[in-house]
């Protein structure tokens, strides 16, 4: 089993930041930074879940929203990650929106 604890601290981190950041942080670009990242580890997950079927895309929720689906879509994948190497670009991929995202 890999140990998935550094994707989950870097999920956990980029959600709190959103949750803490200002409306107008959140409508200029963090909310659609966070959601970018979110459709992109949910469409992940779902690949190595069910290999050969279409992803389902994930809704836009709205702005106050975009944390709890980072949240969600990070730790679905981390359940379903198998190498070290999977995980260490899963924790890229979120630390780089965290960092496009200004928050």
């Given at each position: 089993m890999v140990d998935t604890t550094g994707l989950?601290?870097?999920?956990?981190?980029?959600?709190?930041r959103l949750r803490a950041a200002p409306q107008s942080r959140l409508q200029r670009s963090a909310a659609a930074e966070a959601l970018q990242l979110a459709r992109s580890l949910?469409?992940?997950?779902?690949?190595?879940?069910e290999p050969g079927v279409p992803p389902r895309e994930m809704p836009d929720a709205g702005m106050f929203a975009?944390?709890?689906q980072v949240t969600v879509a990070g730790r679905d994948l981390?359940?379903?990650?198998?190498?070290e190497a999977e995980v260490s670009e899963?924790?890229?991929l979120v630390e780089e929106a965290q960092k496009r995202a200004g928050v």
């Open positions: 989950i601290r870097a999920v956990d981190h980029f959600a709190d949910a469409r992940w997950a779902q690949e190595i879940e975009a944390a709890d981390a359940v379903v990650l198998t190498r899963a924790v890229r």
